[in-house]
């Protein structure tokens, strides 16, 4: 079997087995609530976040309040998703920073995304992915570890694993396959306890036990 054939037959199986939406995990109506909450999910779980952002966003319910936010006050409110400092920190910095420099919108690009207080690439491509459409590859802790598990990757650096899955992945599967490969990754290939003999890609795993050929 070639690279290629069985790259495709991988994403059909991921396509048959998880959904092909793209729907996003975390909860979101505006834009910049979208990238507050993927600034609150390092290191932390989407299901946590949501429960936090539930009643944060009802709290601040406009930009200019999360910009006017107190610092300790708003550290209290994000505590639970840890690193609550630095993150509150960022939260109010790119707030000021979208409201008095971007115009009080969301930029679309990367570069400008990626110029706002602890915003990375990855949290740039969710932003762009979800909100504009546009097709981008995020890499998070599990696009990283399954990706390389599976061979299509063989790199810790999640930009240089990005720009490899974006030659490897057809654009219409790339944020698709970050949100499969979460789903994988919490219920298959579990990162302490993967269920190798349960998986579906075992015979195209690179690390599945069983050689590609």
């Known amino acids: ?3 290629k054939k069985r790259t495709e037959k991988i994403l059909s199986l991921l396509d048959e087995h998880y959904p092909v939406d793209e729907k996003c995990y975390l909860n979101y ?5 979208l990238l507050f909450s993927t ?3 390092a290191q932390c779980t989407d299901d946590r976040v949501n429960a936090v952002t539930e009643t944060l966003y009802k709290k601040y319910p406009t930009l200019e309040s999360f910009a006017e936010a107190d610092l300790a006050e708003l550290i209290e409110d994000v505590r639970s998703t840890g690193y609550f400092t630095a993150k509150a920190k960022n939260i109010i ?4 920073k979208i409201l008095n420099e971007f115009g009080g919108a969301v930029p679309g690009d990367i570069e400008r995304l990626t110029s706002l207080p602890g915003v990375g690439r990855k949290t740039a491509n969710v932003v762009r ?15 990283k570890r399954i990706s390389n598990l599976l061979g299509f990757v063989d790199s810790d650096d999640p930009v240089k694993i990005e720009f490899e899955l974006m030659k490897i992945l057809p654009e219409d599967h790339w944020i698709r396959y970050n949100l499969q ?33």
């Open 93 to 96: 910095g790119s707030a000021q």
């Open 29 to 33: 109506e505006e834009p910049y609530q």
């Open 1 to 3: 079997m070639t690279e």
């Open 129 to 143: 992915g979800h909100v504009f459409g546009a097709p981008s590859v995020v890499v998070d802790t599990h696009v």
């Open 181 to 213: 490969v979460i789903t994988h990754g919490r219920t298959i290939c579990v990162a302490r306890r993967p269920k190798c003999g349960d998986c579906f890609l075992n015979g195209l795993c690179a690390a599945g036990g069983k050689p590609v050929s």
């Open 39 to 41: 600034i609150l999910s």
